[in-house]
Nanobody, 128 residues
């Protein structure tokens, strides 16, 4: 079973930065945590959960939604079993609850349904 705990959200002015963290624990396939990929998603009030970024666990390959490209950076520290999302030049439209997700089984990692485990989310609010 995999557990994910997000932190680092908060209130920031437009143009500011935040760094989200996702601490992971548990086991995958009966061994030390080693998912295929980790992702960040966000959900604003009244909207569907949307993809933000993903990173493959072993090779570190990254992929971003257009909304965060050139502003957001996803990274991981395999030794600490932690995934990060550095968000720069934040905009009011980035306001949402941000969720960390784990994809245990290899395959597509582009939409929420592809991921098997989720954290509880952390609120990010960007004021204008």
């Amino acid at each position: 079973q995999v557990q994910l705990v997000e932190s680092g959200g908060g209130l920031v002015q437009a143009g500011g930065s935040l760094r989200l963290s996702c601490a992971t624990s548990g086991r995958t396939f009966g061994r030390t945590f080693s998912p295929y990929a980790m992702g960040w998603f966000r959900q604003a009030p009244g909207k569907e959960r949307e993809f933000v970024a993903t990173i493959t666990w072993r090779r570190g390959g990254t992929y971003y939604a257009d909304s965060g490209k050139d502003r957001f950076t996803i990274s991981r520290d395999n030794a600490k079993n932690t995934v990060y999302l550095q968000m720069n030049s934040l905009k009011p439209e980035d306001t949402a609850v941000y969720y960390c997700a784990a994809k245990v089984v290899a395959g597509r990692a582009a939409v929420a349904a592809d991921f098997e485990a989720w954290g509880q989310g952390t609120q990010v609010t960007v004021s204008s």
